[in-house]
Nanobody, 119 residues
């Protein structure tokens, strides 16, 4: 069974840091691009960061220079290091795995982890 399990969320003060982890199982992790999305109250889900199979990365403009996505294929885990956190980073953060397949796109989602940035 495919599983993506996020962890590492919580409450942090502005300017602080958190590292989110997403542990994957049930599929060939190294064959998938991995993404972090987030959704704040009343807003649409947005793509925060992407890491492709070869290790290349992309970030939303709002987090460039502050967030870093990485993957450890030996551990089937993707990370999101979040530094210099701002209140506007408050959201539920979701891990996503995606690849093209013969019968369409394979896309899997975790349950989400809450990140709250507040004094």
């Amino acid at each position: 069974q495919v599983q993506l399990v996020e962890s590492g969320g919580g409450l942090v003060q502005p300017g602080g840091s958190l590292r989110l982890s997403c542990a994957a199982s049930g599929f060939t992790f190294s064959s998938y691009a991995m993404n972090w999305y987030r959704q704040a109250p009343g807003k649409e889900r947005e793509l925060v960061a992407t890491i492709i199979i070869s290790g290349g990365t992309n970030y939303a403009d709002s987090v460039k220079g502050r967030f870093t996505i990485s993957r450890d294929n030996a551990k089937n885990t993707v990370y999101l290091q979040m530094n210099s956190l701002k209140p506007e980073d408050t959201a539920v953060y979701y891990c996503n795995a995606k690849r093209l397949g013969t019968y369409g796109t394979f896309s899997y989602w975790g349950q989400g982890t809450q990140v709250t940035v507040s004094s």
